[in-house]
């Protein structure tokens, strides 16, 4: 059996406003181990904006993850749903 593999994340995230969302989404998919990025809108203040993001990828690594966003200003506020499979 395989050692195990993040194969999908669901957060909750907390980003200023800028970058904007589209720049936001395509620097996420830069990251090793991510294909797909989807994100969405869920509220909005007057200096930051709460994000729903799905992450799907062969294998995401949670921490290198965790400070790519950083790099952005923007922060993991929760875990939602992981999906893990072993290869």
Request: hydrophobic share 40%; charged share 30%.
């Amino acid at each position: 059996m395989g050692e195990p593999k993040i194969k999908e994340l669901v957060l909750d995230v907390l980003k200023p406003h800028t970058p904007p969302l589209p720049v936001f989404a395509s620097f996420l998919a830069e990251h090793n181990g991510v294909d797909k990025v989807e994100v969405s809108l869920v509220e909005m203040d007057e200096r930051t904006e709460s994000l729903g993001v799905i992450l799907h990828g062969p294998d995401i690594d949670y921490d290198s993850l965790k400070e790519h966003m950083g790099k952005q200003g923007a922060v993991i506020h929760s875990v939602d749903k992981v999906t893990v499979e072993t290869e």
